[in-house]
């Protein structure tokens, strides 16, 4: 666990989560993020993690796919172009992206929302949509490894 | 009315700076401010909600212990906190006004289901989110 973090810097690197927020389907490397938050990269990449539980890349992998659940929810646009909005460079790779997080593919769930019924027209869009986004507490690899069962799966670097 | 929630208090860093934000930027007003030694009692009220007020409060002592202060004031500037919403007649105009006065808004003006908003944070860290509500046609 991290210990005790300057506020000061805490707030700037809220600025980079919020960036990220703001405009998820862009690319955020770390350098452009360390730049928001007036840090060196390697400064960076270890304080974010420490302040907000899980390293940057993988956050912005979080608001992504809650993006992609969102827009297959409620809307109509197709599963190709919610692929390229939410910022993956190939629906493949969205797919399997999609299907190792969540544990289904975007048009089943596309096809179980819209079966479902939601009640929660009270409560304002952001925190709707907050409430559906998954919970990456490990990289994306080693979910993959795990759900597989298989040690000898070869472990691919995180990229966003 | 005269039950009811009356006063619900935010943590800031720096109760000057908050008061220059909530009422230079956001045109509250001061309800009462009155300071015994180090501790400042601050409230702040929107102009078209007299039975409401805002407190700006910034933690440490003599209520809280220095090290809980620490938490808390690390917890407000994570965003952590939780989330404000201001309700707005024109979502549009008041970002743009507010927009002017130097407020930092982390997302635009959207709108969904008919209805309009946008975020913004003050200086601390605190979130909130500003709403244009549907307009209901009868």
Not at chain 1, 11 to 31: I, Y
Not at chain 1, 114 to 136: G, I, M, T, W
Not at chain 2, 19 to 31: A, N, S
Request: glycine share 8%; aromatic share 8%; proline share 6%.
């Amino acid at each position: 666990m991290s210990g005790s973090q300057d506020p000061e810097l805490l707030r700037r690197l809220l600025r980079a989560k919020d960036r990220m927020d703001a405009a998820s389907h862009e690319e955020w490397p770390v350098e452009r993020l360390a730049r928001v938050s007036l840090v060196s990269e390697a400064h960076f990449a270890r304080s974010f993690r420490d302040a907000f539980g899980l390293p940057p890349h993988r956050y912005l992998l979080t608001r992504r796919i809650e993006r992609a659940k969102s827009l297959l929810r409620d809307t109509d646009v197709s599963i190709t172009d919610i692929a390229f909005q939410t910022g993956w460079k190939s629906l493949g790779t969205f797919g399997r992206t999609f299907r190792d997080i969540t544990g289904e593919s975007p048009g089943d769930l596309r096809a179980r929302e819209r079966a479902a019924q939601h009640a929660l027209e009270q409560v304002p869009h952001c925190f709707v949509s907050a409430a559906h986004r998954p919970d990456l507490n490990i990289a994306v690899s080693e979910k993959r490894r795990q759900e597989a069962g298989d040690i000898n799966v070869p472990t691919k670097k995180e990229v966003p | 009315m005269t039950q009811g929630v009356q006063v619900a208090g935010l943590y800031v860093r720096d109760q000057e700076e908050a008061l220059q934000f909530y009422v230079g930027k956001l045109g509250f007003r001061v309800h009462t401010d009155a300071k015994n030694g180090d501790y400042r009692w601050l409230t702040v009220q929107h102009p078209e909600q007299p039975s409401f007020q805002l407190g700006l409060y910034t933690p440490g002592p003599p209520i809280l212990d220095a090290a809980t202060a620490q938490t808390l004031r690390e917890i407000v500037a994570k965003g952590a906190m939780p989330p404000l919403v201001l309700e707005v007649d024109d979502c549009r105009a008041a970002y743009d006004r507010m927009r002017g006065k130097g407020v930092e808004f982390t997302q635009e003006p959207v709108t969904r289901y008919g209805s309009t908003d946008a975020n913004f944070r003050d200086p601390s860290g605190n979130g909130w989110k500003m709403i244009e509500a549907r307009k209901v046609v009868s």
